[in-house]
């Protein structure tokens, strides 16, 4: 194995994540990647930047904990899944009105779970929940957002929506379907879905710093020396302030910082070794996840035909894929808004978490290509 090469090309990734914070793509990052090779493993951390620039000016470390935002459908909620059907509390064909009878109206009878996972459940991908609870604080003077009596509306309006396509028609991407699969695992495992997720997904993966941060009703405030742990987000018109230590995600917000799309934070090292739980899995090795179940998981659904996403998962589509162009076709993966990402190559074992908090004082983006940018660069060097 040629270490100097390797050396010499993972430089690059340094210089690629320094010209992006300089280009004010991003404020700061975190890198970690991971390949076994010959015999030996293969490691690259890149730490730049900064965690926040306002209220304060905070260096980026390895240990910041970063508000996930939709790794929070994998992380959190699809492993649930995953190990409830692994217990027979679930079927995937089961139909989501099974288990949330009132989700059954208007046509959404026929909706499965396996629907939901795959995004092709015919719901509308997106609501902007927030924004009738404001007006709702507004009118009558009443606390709405990140109470209880909001999680309850929240759901109750997914459950008395209609669908937009019928389901397995179309996969489109959103986050309705995974706010109800984070009321369907309540439903079954009759505990909240951070309890359940802490004690059965976090725990056994040894997951310690990972987890919900709960706000409203209840929630205990977030210590000073703890928020300065986090990386910062966005500057948040509606809430007139800015995001440090609290879920960028409105809905989620809205819901009390608990939700089944969004809401989870983690550092880098417990990204990796939750993916690395899944590889060990997958390749039937120990892991605390079942093996059937990781590997059925993690295979394209066609749902429908042509579909990339398998169950929870995204996988390299054809051309324009956030993993990059070296990835290959064994591999999962998925995005979150703030910036950050996690790929799995099951084939060659290769995880890449890049964590980053584009949305803190930057501009919004929906096209990041920084991150397949340096998806490219760490497979060259880590094959050189």
Known sequence: ????????????????????????????????A?????????????????????????????E????????????????????????????????????????????????????????????????????????????????????????????????????????????????????????????VARQPLERFCAERVFAPLGLGET?????????????????????????????????????????ASAMGGVAGHAGLFAPVDDVVRFAEAWLDAWHGRPSPLPAAQVRAFAARQDLPAGSDWALGWDTPSASGSSSGRHFSPSSIGHLGFTGTSIWIDLERELVVAMLTNRVHLVAKRSKYALRPAVHDLLVEAFTA
């Open 211 to 251: 987890g919900f941060v709960p706000i409203g009703e209840g929630a205990p405030p977030l210590a000073e020396a703890r928020r300065r742990r986090f990386a910062a987000t966005e500057s948040c018109p509606w809430r007139g302030r800015i995001l440090w230590g609290e879920v960028h995600d409105p809905n």
């Open 64 to 187: 910041t904990i970063f508000d996930l935002a939709s790794l929070t459908k994998v992380m959190a909620t699809s492993t649930a899944v995953l190990l409830l059907v692994a217990e027979g509390a679930l079927e995937l064909d089961d139909p989501v009105a099974k288990h949330l009878p009132a989700f059954g109206e208007r046509g959404k009878d026929r909706v499965t779970l396996r629907h939901l996972l795959t995004h092709a459940s015919g719901l509308k991908p997106w609501r902007g929940f927030h924004e009738p609870l404001l007006e709702r604080e507004r009118k009558r003077g009443e606390r709405w957002i990140a109470t209880p009596a909001a999680r309850e509306w929240i759901l109750q309006s997914i459950c008395r929506s209609a669908l937009v396509h019928e389901p397995g028609t179309a996969a489109v991407y959103g986050d309705l379907d995974f706010i109800v699969l984070g009321a369907v695992i309540e439903a």
């Open 34 to 62: 991971r390949m076994p090779r010959d015999g030996e493993r293969l490691e690259y951390l890149g730490v730049r930047g900064h965690a926040a620039l306002r209220p304060e000016r905070i260096a980026m470390a390895r």
């Open 1 to 32: 194995m040629r270490h100097a090469a390797i050396r010499r090309k993972l430089a690059k990734v340094d210089r690629a994540l320094e010209k992006a914070i300089e280009a004010a793509e991003t404020p700061g990052a975190v890198v970690l």
